[in-house]
């Protein structure tokens, strides 16, 4: 367990100095939008690029291992929005909690920390994961959130500017043209390359700052009083229920002759693992969610999953 913190603990730390940065105001709340930016646009989709670009195209388009992601995510929205629907929480929020429930964190801390763990071979499952949740995760509980008319514009007009999101992020393409780099076996010329790497050398740290920092934004920014039953056992179930679900799935996906290997469901089980997603406080406000129910839960699972996470390597390596 200690080998393991001695892992995890500068990647937490990094997100511990952005959170505190934002507090005491060292870091100015409208700079955060340019760190953001910064890792959205540059440093992130050129590591995508490169570990694209260095993985095998097989693992990059790993049937099973998509199946079985995607399979549990479905399950994650379908019981979170069960669950939370029986309160007082409409569609738009019960819709964003699911997401924030089975989306983690994979771009801005799951692939560099996996990495670290386990090695290169880590990055091609976890890839899969960042494509499963943009394209599917995320399109489903848009499109739940609407059920309610808590939109002016309807499911089709939200459906539309959620893939023109995904159309305009950088991520996805990124991770194309790394697979495209791999199926060609294509290498950038040399200077274009190095630049590349500084960029992507860059992502990791600028990133896990800039959760801090958001969340932190997120916290000060938000004077309603939500309930701790309305968002700490969602952020428990990020942290417990999924990578657990995704554990029993795939062990039966294999028993079942899928052809899954062992290390790629130990990767998938710690994605699952992961604290949720920061970005998604981003399309809950643009959707007129609860924001503040939301951003708590990223707190929770974030400042909850340095023990989580670092549990379940300890019992997965």
Known sequence: MLSVLLVTFPF????????????RGV???????????????????CMLYRFGASTPIAQLLDPAVAGVYVLCALVMVAATVALTRRGRIGWNDAAFGALVAAFPNTGFMGVP?????????AA???IVTIAVDMLVTSSLCIALSRMDGAGTHGV???????????ATNPMPWSIALGALASALHFK?????????????????PVALFTIGAVLARSQMNQHEQVPTREYVPVALAKLLVHPVLVWAAGTAAMAAGVP?????????????????????????????????????IILVSTALAFLSFSGAVALLT
């Open 12 to 23: 937490f730390a990094l997100v511990l100095c952005g959170y505190l940065a934002a507090r």
């Open 113 to 121: 920390l996996l990495v670290a763990l386990l090695g290169a071979q």
């Open 188 to 204: 950038l010329p040399g200077p274009v390359d190095r630049t590349v790497a500084m960029l992507a050398d860059a992502a990791s």
């Open 27 to 45: 870091l100015p709340q409208p700079a955060i939008p340019g760190l953001n930016a910064f890792v959205l646009y540059f440093a992130l989709p």
């Open 156 to 166: 089709g007009v939200a459906l539309r500017n959620a893939f023109k999101g995904m």
């Open 124 to 126: 091609g499952p976890a």
């Open 260 to 296: 899954l290997t062992p290390f790629a469901l130990t990767v998938l089980v710690l994605v699952a693992a992961l604290p949720s997603a920061s970005n998604v406080s981003l399309l809950a406000e643009r959707f007129g969610a609860n924001n503040g129910r939301v951003a708590r």
